[in-house]
T-cell receptor
Framework: DQQVKQNSPSLSVQEGRISILNCDYT??????FLWYKKYPAEGPTFLIS?????DKNEDGRFTVFLNKSAKHLSLHIVPSQPGDSAVYFC??????????????FGGGTRLMVKP | ETGVTQSPTHLIKTRGQQVTLRCSSQ?????VSWYQQALGQGPQFIFQ???????GRGNFPPRFSGLQFPNYSSELNVNALELDDSALYLC?????????????FGPGTRLTVL
């Protein structure tokens, strides 16, 4: 049972345009959400996070939106740059039966930003 | 501030062998988590260590075991290796267990089991 899903395996965007990456979750006990970026042969790099008490968090070109009623979050990158090309993972934590801050990851979305 | 480091970078083992992977946490962090990332999938939680004790475990068999040392570094041991254990093993550190917190990942160890 996949508790965190990224339904788009890949996304292609033109440089300068907006990239929107989506993530859905099923466990209503999740209370903290994160986005990571991963280049080949490297570990995931933390991008941005959001707590369930908020519905939006911004950091420079990156904005994460959380819709708790829909159990959906999205990452917006504006403007997109070729260096943003990577695999993006959505992750969630929290819950009564969740030990500490264990992260549950989605399957990832490969973003390609074309010059 | 030094980041999370892992060793070795790559490892090739045969079925039935045992392997030990190592991780040094980011300075100031006292919690270490281990994840397995199979090809084309997201990382899956193996276990977490806090104050040298296991603080939670994912759906992995007992042949996956770990240790955390007083300096917060950690080891992941896998016994009786199987072909399906071939994956990228990621270590992540964070400041404190039990509260929402951001985990910072190392570069990973690529394990190939032949």
């Amino acid at each position: 049972d996949q508790q965190v899903k990224q339904n788009s395996p890949s996304l292609s965007v033109q440089e300068g345009r907006i990239s929107i990456l989506n993530c859905d979750y099923t466990n209503s006990m999740f209370d903290y959400f994160l986005w990571y970026k991963k280049y080949p042969a490297e570990g995931p790099t933390f991008l941005i996070s959001i707590s369930s008490i908020k519905d939006k968090n911004e950091d420079g070109r990156f904005t994460v939106f959380l819709n708790k009623s829909a159990k959906h979050l999205s990452l917006h990158i504006v403007p997109s740059q070729p260096g943003d090309s990577a695999v993006y993972f959505c992750a969630a934590s929290g819950g009564l039966y969740n030990a500490g801050n264990m992260l549950t990851f989605g399957g990832g979305t490969r973003l390609m930003v074309k010059p | 501030e030094t980041g999370v480091t892992q060793s070795p970078t790559h490892l090739i083992k045969t079925r039935g062998q045992q392997v030990t992977l190592r991780c040094s946490s980011q300075s100031g962090h006292n919690t270490v988590s281990w994840y397995q990332q199979a090809l084309g999938q997201g990382p899956q939680f193996i276990f977490q260590y806090y104050r040298e004790e296991e603080n939670g475990r994912g759906n992995f068999p007992p042949r996956f075991s770990g240790l955390q040392f007083p300096n917060y570094s950690s080891e992941l041991n896998v016994n009786a290796l199987e072909l399906d254990d071939s994956a990228l093993y990621l270590c992540a550190s964070s400041r404190k267990a039990g509260v929402p917190n951001t985990q910072y990942f190392g570069p990973g160890t690529r394990l190939t089991v032949l």
